[in-house]
């Protein structure tokens, strides 16, 4: 069984800064992307940055330039610094792997359970 476990959401100030952690657990051999969704109230769940397992990244446009994407490969961790938070970038915000190798058997399209950032402004 393979688990993603999001951490670090919370109530912050509009300009302010926090940082989200996803730890992907289980008898894991290699993730080869990660990535970061978001859901706002009343709105789909969108796409908010990824980073390949060695360290290519992307991110949706509203997000550069504050947003960073990172990894810890060895503890199989996958981090997203914010800064500059804006009332729109209040949301759920969830961990995805496309595929999840372990010693048994490939796991697609795992999920978090999402972790809630709220920015007052």
């Known amino acids: 069984q393979v688990q993603l476990v999001e951490s670090g959401g919370g109530l912050v100030q509009a300009g302010g800064s926090l940082r989200l952690s996803c730890a992907a657990s289980g008898s894991i051999t290699s993730i080869n992307v990660m990535s970061w969704y978001r859901q706002a109230p009343g709105k789909q769940r969108e796409f908010v940055a990824q980073i390949s397992r060695f360290g290519g990244t992307s991110y949706t446009d509203s997000v550069k330039g504050r947003f960073t994407i990172s990894r810890d490969n060895a503890k199989n961790t996958v981090f997203l610094q914010m800064n500059s938070l804006k009332s729109e970038d209040t949301a759920v915000y969830y961990c995805?792997?496309?595929?999840?190798?372990?010693?048994?058997?490939?796991?697609?399209?795992?999920w978090g359970q999402g972790t809630l950032v709220t920015v007052s402004s």
């Open positions: 995805n792997a496309p595929e999840v190798r372990t010693l048994m058997r490939s796991y697609r399209e795992v």
